[in-house]
């Protein structure tokens, strides 16, 4: 079965009425922003969306392990689970926005593989050892406080034992967070675009490393964060899709070149966002000068996201969902001012029903 989620941006607020009307429009999920210089705090508001909707599941979108401690992490996120009766989801990448803000880069993998390690743990009530995480470490040990008795490790106490657990859902881009995340998450999403090529090099990654573990595709979703933006006329709509490619391409060369198979246009692309990307634009999802000296090409941005009519972004996410994808996280619907007339929610309207429709057909 196939899940559409909305993608987090940047909020000042949040709203029952637009929790209650993307529950309506038959979205699976909704995911929220964690930078906190660019955004509202996600578990207040996934804790006020919980309370509103009885179906739609709430997901940090995403959250990282530097800015909050994976003690914390975990805590928030089981406190929406247990508010939503089992709808939460915890989305967790190496940090981007929320740590630039704070004059720093993203978690080491090494750091982040002990992150995601830790955070199952505590997901499932168990117990990790004190020193195991970085971002408290200029603090003083709890040895040094004088007690008759000490904690010797972390552990949610209060969790209920009949309490599903919170799945674990990565943000991987590159070959290392991919091989790394596969193995030991329930879910992961993929920043790579909607380029088949490319989401089929991650997802092939993805399971040669949970082969190598001894397991297969059971217990694991695969998905993509993608632009779509669907308008029966393309062109009309290329200075809006050109504006919102450039943060999500950036996932791929944050540090380094875009690892994976590319074209020479894909690779071109690549490197101006890599060697321009404006971080202080970030967030501002149709900013037009994203990229100091360069502009995307047309063809580039017409591969790397989904711009089309209805039929087009439905083509597009069939070919997607073929490849093993059963969760599209958009970046689109909602997002943009559209011209003229036309219905923002022609996404919601033709396209969902249409892939789930297939979906459900090939299945049988």
Not at 231 to 239: F, I, K, N, T, V
Request: glycine share 10%; charged share 20%.
């Amino acid at each position: 079965m196939v899940e559409f989620w909305r993608a987090g941006g940047t909020e000042s607020t949040t709203s029952i009425e637009e929790a209650r009307r993307i529950e309506a429009e038959g979205w699976d999920g909704q995911m929220f922003m964690d930078s906190q210089s660019l955004s509202a705090d996600p578990y207040v508001r996934m804790g006020v969306w919980a309370a509103a909707t009885e179906r739609l599941k709430l997901s940090t979108g995403v959250t990282n392990p530097l800015t909050r401690h994976p003690a914390v992490i975990a805590a928030a996120a089981a406190t929406v689970q247990s508010i939503s009766g089992g709808r939460a989801v915890l989305g967790i990448g190496r940090g981007d926005s929320a740590l630039a803000y704070l004059g720093h880069a993203p978690a080491s993998l090494a750091s982040f593989g002990r992150a995601l390690r830790d955070l199952q743990t505590l997901l499932k009530g168990g117990e990790v050892a004190f020193g195991s995480h970085d971002s408290i470490a200029d603090a003083p040990t709890v040895d040094t406080m004088s007690l008759g008795s000490r904690p010797t490790a972390t552990r949610l106490q209060w969790l209920p034992e009949d309490m599903p657990k919170v799945p674990l859902d990565v943000a991987a881009t590159g070959p290392r967070v991919i091989e790394m995340s596969a193995p030991i998450a329930e879910r992961v999403t993929f920043s790579v675009g909607a380029i088949p090529e490319r989401v089929g090099w991650a997802l092939d990654l993805g399971r040669a490393a949970r082969r190598r573990q001894g397991l297969n595709d059971d217990g694991i979703s695969y998905g993509v964060q993608i632009i779509v933006v669907c308008h029966p006329d393309r062109e009309a709509m290329r200075e809006v899709a050109t504006s919102m490619v450039a943060p999500l391409a950036r996932f791929q060369v944050i540090q380094g070149d875009a690892a994976g198979p590319k074209n020479d246009s894909d690779a071109e692309n690549f490197a101006a966002v890599r060697k321009g990307y404006d971080m202080t634009k970030h967030g501002v999802a149709l900013s037009h000068d994203k990229i100091k000296g360069a502009t995307l090409s047309w063809d580039f941005v017409q591969r790397f996201a989904i711009v089309g009519s209805p039929d087009h972004c439905v083509e597009r996410l069939l070919q997607l969902s073929a490849l093993g994808i059963t969760r599209f996280v958009i970046v689109g619907p909602g997002f943009y001012p559209e011209p003229g007339n036309s219905d923002r929610s022609l996404f919601v309207r033709e396209v969902m029903p249409a892939v789930r429709a297939a979906r459900v057909t090939s299945d049988i």
